[in-house]
């Protein structure tokens, strides 16, 4: 059972945390990529939350009749929900609650595969898990299942204190910086060998494992779900223009609202992007929020230091989009505003890649950018982008009216 709540939007926002997703399809796809099914939806609208149920008592009876009607097994909020509130509603709905974030931690924590991964779930699950330890556990004791509960933490760590949580917090930091180490060598062995990094990001289910596959030709999972990937996956992909080959890294997706300190877990992660010589932005074009995913990818660039690397925008399953939504060329540039600069010049490409249009364009694009042909950076005057991609300069995605 799916539960938002509209506070309304503040005049001054600037922050999209908080953002209000009427439909609530993201929370449905993250639920049933966490491996549960939606059998209802319910929206509430309130100035402000409630201090002891989050939303008012009249809502939360409403919603424990759905429960009841469609035998929910867990009820699952799309806004972040205190430690107390949670207790409350489920004391008065008699079944697990769960936010987005323990969502998004129980999907990590199903997907994740390599070491690194593991460990990095497991302490953003620890950390999570810490913020909200106030003795809540007895009354869960009795019940079985739910998200966050599932293979999760399990039973052994209800009992863990405070305490105890902290210091394997601290263990698995250690053991994370030890794994960390090792890669760093790796990678500096890779930087070493002067090969052009180019790291694939976007928000989840953007299509970029899709795309990783059709450029390497390799077969990463793809699969309509959100955080198929968690591992960063690095192949060699060889440019036939350029008679050189460049390494290409799948990454894990973005996600609006993603809890601060789950990024930091996974900066390990992350750092591949960071590390790159060039970002392909996979976007995807047939998303009805479009520009919301945009800014949100950026907002996590920018807080892993990775803004000003170039970037090339990928604008992918063109094959979804109708005619006369579709770009008039393969290619266009537009200015990005990072946080105050003046603007870096990107070019765009509209490609699909289940279809395979748009790849030889985008490919191009990587060979110019490899030999730094692209006019990224700030605008100077200097690297002009090339003539015919000039004239259809717009500060905003056209398509998608
Ligand atoms: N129609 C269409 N579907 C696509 C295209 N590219 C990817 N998809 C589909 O979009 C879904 C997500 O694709 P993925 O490649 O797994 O996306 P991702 O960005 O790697 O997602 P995460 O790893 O979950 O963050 C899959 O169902 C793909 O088949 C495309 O060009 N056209
Ligand atoms: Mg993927």
Redesign the pocket.
Known sequence: MLVGVDFGRPANNAHPSGSFDPTLDELALLAESAGDTPVARVIAKRQAPDAALFVGSGKADEIKLLVQTHQAHTVLFDQAISPAQQRNLEKVLGVPVADRTALILEIFAQRAKSHEGKLQVELARLQYLATRLVRRWSHLERQSGGIGMRGGPGEAQIELDRRMIDERIKATKERLKKVQKQRSTQQRARARNGVFRVSLV?Y????????FNALVKARTY????????LDTTTRSMFLEQAGESISLS?T??FIRDLPHKLVAAFQATLQEAVDADLLLH?VDAASPVLEEQLAEVERVLAEIGAADIPQILVY?????LAEDQRPRQPLDWIERHESGKTGMRTPRVFV????GEGLDVLREQLVAAMRGEIPQGLISGEGAPPEEAASVETEHPPIQA
């Open positions: 976007g989840t289910n953007a299509g970029k494992s899709t795309l793809a699969a309509n779900q959100l955080f198929a990937t799948d894990v997706g996979v992918n399953k063109q094959d979804m699909s890649a289940l279809t």
